[in-house]
């Protein structure tokens, strides 16, 4: 097949959306199915890949990291997009991408489906914060329903995403697929570090038990909870740090919390680490992966860590539920303090059990592989263009 997919961002943004592109782009292509993808181009940081269309673009009002296209370049695309017979359109992002995906489907006769990776009435109101949070989330779940209505099909990304949209009333067919991990680029990436070379490049003692997260430094993922809970596990281990990579803008408020907690010293904030390598290394330095967010989409840091042998402590939330089961390379904790940091100080107690589950952990992440989950995706895909030419037919 030949697919033609539309997103309002990609890499260099770092974010779960750029993964998942990523890694059905990659695992669509080995599996012999062609993919274009159009998202915006950016200042700083941008690769030239095969099959990538990069359009012109400015700065989000606001927000350092995002880019907004421009419509109507875009549009201008029409005739070289309709030359290339594409089979169906997939849109990933409800900004310009979704309106120029719709647009695009019409006049080139092509079905469109999107990805509704983003929880929007959970985040918007960490951005607008002088209109009342209610308002903000009647006016996403509303425009989450007109666009959604939009389109042939959707994809969710889990079980959590999918009932969201029957509540807000959405009743375009929905398919949960979840985004695989590429097992093989991710886990067998070497980088100059290993476990002693992390450690030392960070001044992090050898006997420091870590606390890692990865992930954005936003409000939305509940990182301040990570922070507040850590004097819990300081009590029993003096000499754990609690590792925050990401970048975000949240990151300030995030180092105000450590300070005001009083544990500005246990926490180490280091920015975006590089995915080859330099991440890899810090998963396997790390003796226990943590995460918090109660509005997580799936959460592939989770298995991420699970693939590279990290046990995890999370609570399970939202798209988290679809991926943790307990015992499972993972101890799921309760959504509070208490809770967490015993799960936490449990595994840093017993060796034995961190063994056992960093072993679990990467026997279950295998059963995640990108190639299966893109198999279903293109199930979805030759059913929407089956349906496409036969009401051409009738």
């Not at 990108?370 to 030759?382: F, G, I, P, Q, W």
Request: glycine fraction near 6%; hydrophobic fraction near 40%.
């Amino acid at each position: 097949m030949k697919i033609l997919m539309i997103s309002d961002v990609y890499f260099p943004r770092v974010n779960g959306v750029s993964t998942s592109i990523a890694s059905f782009r990659g695992a669509l292509e080995r599996l012999g199915h062609s993919v274009t993808l159009i998202c915006p181009d950016y200042p700083v940081g941008q690769v030239d890949e095969p099959g990538v269309l990069r359009i012109h673009s400015r700065q989000v009002p606001g927000d350092p990291e995002d880019r907004m296209m421009r419509y109507r370049d875009l549009m201008a695309l029409k005739p070289q997009l309709a030359a290339e017979a594409f089979d169906l359109i997939h849109v990933h992002t409800p900004f310009t991408a979704h309106y120029a995906g719709v647009a695009l489907g019409r006049r080139l006769g092509l079905p469109v489906v999107a990805t509704y990776h983003t929880l929007f009435e959970e985040y918007v109101h960490h951005y607008i914060r002088w209109l009342p949070r209610r308002w903000l989330q009647l006016a996403a779940r509303r425009l989450s329903v007109h666009q959604c209505q939009q389109l042939d099909a959707l994809v969710a990304p889990s079980q959590a995403m999918q009932q969201a949209l029957t509540r807000y009333g959405v009743t375009t067919p929905t398919k949960v697929i979840p985004t695989g991990l590429s097992l093989e680029s991710f886990c067998h990436t070497q980088g100059t570090q290993d476990d002693s070379d992390f450690r030392a490049h960070y001044h992090l003692p050898q006997e420091a038990q870590l606390l890692l997260y990865v992930g954005r430094a936003a409000f939305e993922k509940n990182i301040d909870f990570l922070i507040d809970m850590l004097p819990k596990v300081l009590t029993e281990h003096p000499t754990a740090r609690l590792i925050i990579t990401g970048e975000g803008p949240a990151h300030d408020s995030l180092v105000q919390r450590a300070q005001e907690v009083g544990v500005a010293d246990a926490v180490l904030f280091l920015g975006y680490l590089d995915r080859h390598g330099p991440l890899q290394a810090a998963y396997r330095a790390a003796d226990v992966f943590v995460f918090a967010s109660r509005t997580e989409t799936q959460g592939l840091v989770l298995l991420e860590a699970m693939a590279l042998g990290t046990p995890v402590v999370s609570t399970a939330m939202m798209g988290t539920l679809d991926v943790l089961k307990e015992g499972e390379g993972c101890l799921i904790a309760e959504d509070n303090h208490d809770d967490f940091a015993a799960k936490v100080n449990r595994l840093l107690n017993d060796e034995t059990l961190r063994q056992q589950l960093a072993q679990r952990a990467q026997v279950y992440a295998a059963s995640w592989h990108e190639d299966a989950k893109s198999e279903n995706l293109v199930t979805l895909y030759r059913k929407l263009t089956d349906e496409r030419l036969a009401n051409a037919g009738r």
